[in-house]
Nanobody, 115 residues
Framework: QVLLVESGGGSVQPGGSLTLSCAIS????????MRWYRQAPGQEREWVAT???????NYADSVKGRFTISRDVAKKTVYLHMSSLKPEDTAVYYC?????????WGSGTLVTVSS
């Protein structure tokens, strides 16, 4: 069974930074891409960023220029570095791994942006 464990969430003031981590139980090369999603209170889950097996990256317009997705293959970890955080970035952030036939999710980590 594939396990994904997110960490790094917490409370931060507007304009601050946080880096989320997603530790994976299997080699990153097992997956076609890795993604971060988020779900704000009372809202649907939304896609935030993707990193592919070829290291290409894509971002939602709402985070472009502020968030950076990266990966460390040796550590089997995917990161989401978030800067210039806004109150509207407050959400539970989820890591997702997709292979050809399956999609796996972590349990999420809460990010709260508030003064």
């Amino acid at each position: 069974q594939v396990l994904l464990v997110e960490s790094g969430g917490g409370s931060v003031q507007p304009g601050g930074s946080l880096t989320l981590s997603c530790a994976i139980s299997e080699s990153i090369f097992s997956f076609r891409n890795m993604r971060w999603y988020r779900q704000a209170p009372g809202q649907e889950r939304e896609w935030v960023a993707t990193i592919t097996s070829g290291d290409s990256t894509n971002y939602a317009d709402s985070v472009k220029g502020r968030f950076t997705i990266s990966r460390d293959v040796a550590k089997k970890t995917v990161y989401l570095h978030m800067s210039s955080l806004k109150p509207e970035d407050t959400a539970v952030y989820y890591c997702n791994a997709r292979s050809v036939y399956n999609s796996y999710w972590g349990s999420g980590t809460l990010v709260t942006v508030s003064s």
